[in-house]
């Protein structure tokens, strides 16, 4: 009776510490509720690599599941778990089919990579595809924890000559900054800034006027800016943090 109860325990403990995980190519760590944003479809630019790795003693299943997807069909894409690729993706079915084994300690190599290659059927509004990595059992139940991020194309990124933002009523001093935005605005204005993985870093209510956006803490990198006036229009453009 110990010994079976002893074997119990051993399996139990492997499978509570079988873990995944799930990096970019450049070893990042991709954290649950992540969106990893593109402002172009179909090139190697909005090809986005990433890394399944298991961090136990103990090989592990894994597979995944597109839980939802906005301004698209979700029929033109490129989604390849190693040795498998499909071209589009439906709510709620598993991929690959057999899951990918993961051994102990190991990853499924740098072949892993989604691709978006349709534009919206709304050319103007984001497209986004909510992406779940999931580990299962012998029988194909779902175990451990599971990690989902959001792939998003968006269109108001490609427009960075500060064009828009004065049709939204905006005038952008710089979009290289050092320690503060400055915005001129012609009416009251929503102003809202997010990082790179679709992150809230800042929200605004601004009246008309010169405004300054103290960002002095804020790490060096990109952002994005947007704006909203309250008349409805809105804008967005790139800001880079020195």
């Not at 580990?135 to 000559?161: C, K, M, W």
Request: net charge negative.
């Amino acid at each position: 009776m110990k010994k079976i109860l002893a074997v119990a325990l051993g399996l139990f403990t492997t499978f509570s510490f079988a873990q995944l995980t799930l990096k970019k190519l450049d070893g990042t760590t991709i954290n649950n509720g992540d969106v990893i944003t593109f402002n172009t479809v179909g090139t190697a630019a909005s090809d986005f690599g990433f890394v399944l790795g298991n961090s136990s003693a103990a090989a592990i299943t894994v597979k995944s599941k597109c839980m939802s997807f906005t301004n698209t069909t979700g029929t033109n894409v490129i989604f390849c778990i190693q040795p498998s690729c499909i071209n589009s993706v439906t709510v709620g079915n598993a991929f690959p089919s057999a899951g990918a084994v993961i051994p102990a300690g190991g990853t499924n190599g740098d072949f892993d990579h989604f691709e978006n290659l349709d534009a919206g059927t709304n050319p103007t509004v984001n497209v986004d595809y909510v992406l779940k990595f999931y580990q299962v059992d012998h029988s194909g139940n779902e175990i451990g924890t599971p990690i989902s991020f959001t792939y998003r194309y968006s269109p108001a990124l490609s427009n960075s000559d500060f064009s828009m933002m004065k049709d939204a009523g905006v005038v952008l001093k710089s979009n290289l900054i050092d320690n503060a935005i400055e915005l001129g605005l012609d009416t009251d204005t929503q102003v809202v800034l997010y990082d790179l993985n679709g992150r809230l870093i800042r929200q605004e209510n601004l009246t008309s006027g010169t405004q300054v956006i103290e960002v002095s803490n804020l790490t060096a990198g990109v952002y994005i800016l947007n704006v909203k006036n309250n008349q409805g229009r809105e804008a967005s453009t790139k800001i880079v943090k020195k």
